[in-house]
Structure formats: C-alpha cells, structure tokens
C-alpha cells in the first residue's frame, strides 16, 4: 500500500522529501487558516510566526497536493516530517479527493490544534497582518511564507480567500513601509 502525504502550507512548494507521485487534491470539512505559532521556522519562541493548519468546518475544503511516498522510504520520511512539524503539529489522516479522477485516498497530514503550547487562534484581520510582518526565523520572514503560499496556490489553481486576502495586505504593508520617511 501506497503511503500518501497531504500538503497545505509549505509542503506544497517545499516538501524536503523523495516521492513517487505528485498530486492536487482537497480534504472536506477543514479550512485553511493562519492560527498557529511558528516558534521554529518562521517565528520565535518570543516572537512566533503565523503558519497554516487546518481548522474544522463543515461545508467547507481545502486543495493541497498529496504527495506519495516511496514504501521502502516512508517510515524515515515521516520521522522526518514529525520532527519538521514539531512546533505544535500532530501526525493525523485525512481523506483526500485526487482532483484529477476523484479517487480518494488516506493521506497523513499534520495539524495544530487548540490547546498546544503556540497555538495563536483566530485574531483580527490588521493584528494578524502585523503579527506576519513583524516576524522571523531560521527558515526566513513570516512575510515570505505567506506570499510563497499565495503564490503556489495561485499557481495551482486553488482558491483560498483567507491566504489571498492576507497576502494582499502584507504586500500592501510592505509598501506603505517602503514610502515611508526614514
């Protein structure tokens, strides 16, 4: 049996990882959201990021891509991934639809939930913006990962008006910072 992993954030575009396929696919009843505290890789413990997990909702879904992974490779690939996904992830399945057949497959992904140590939750629209702005760490500017995120989703053809909208305001923020005096 093929091991499958989900990806909704950063696995997208970076998944550090060998594969034997590479998939779009949607997982129902989630969201994407940036409700979670990065204190490792795009924020500190001090200064913690905003990161994408997945949140319930009922009516609704998220695209990522499902990666499968070599049989003989998996057991090494998702000790790696839980030491990636850490900072407050737990390992879980997920049904994901293939987009392109509608086969659906059980995939791991990893999501923080309510109640771990760096959880941030929902916050107001302005206060995420400048919680994304003012933030860094070793893997880089949170403003990086969510424009990277915009970015590969756009090119996906994913829909995600949390992300989109987030995106836009942070380059807008970017902006307005750059006209400032000094």
Do not use: C
């Amino acid at each position: 049996m093929t091991p499958w992993v989900f990806g909704y954030g950063s696995l997208i575009w970076r998944p550090g990882f060998p594969f034997v396929d590479k998939r779009p696919a949607t997982v129902r009843g989630m969201l994407r959201r940036l409700e979670q505290g990065s204190p490792d890789h795009r924020g500190t413990p001090e200064r913690l990021g905003r990161v994408a997990t997945l949140v319930e909702a009922p009516h609704a879904r998220v695209d990522g891509v499902v990666f499968a992974l070599p049989p003989a490779e998996a057991p090494a690939i998702l000790a790696m991934l839980d030491e990636r996904e850490q900072g407050g992830y737990d390992r879980v399945l997920v049904p994901a639809t293939l987009r392109d057949g509608g086969e659906t497959v059980e995939a791991i992904t990893w999501i923080a939930r309510p109640g771990n140590p760096w959880h941030l939750g929902p916050a107001p629209f302005d206060a995420m913006v400048e919680d994304i702005l003012a933030s860094r760490g070793p893997s880089g500017t949170n403003v990086e990962y969510v424009l990277k995120l915009a970015e590969t989703l756009r090119v996906h053809g994913f829909e995600d008006d949390h992300i989109f909208s987030l995106a836009a305001a942070i380059e807008l923020g970017l902006h307005e910072r750059q006209r400032r005096p000094a």
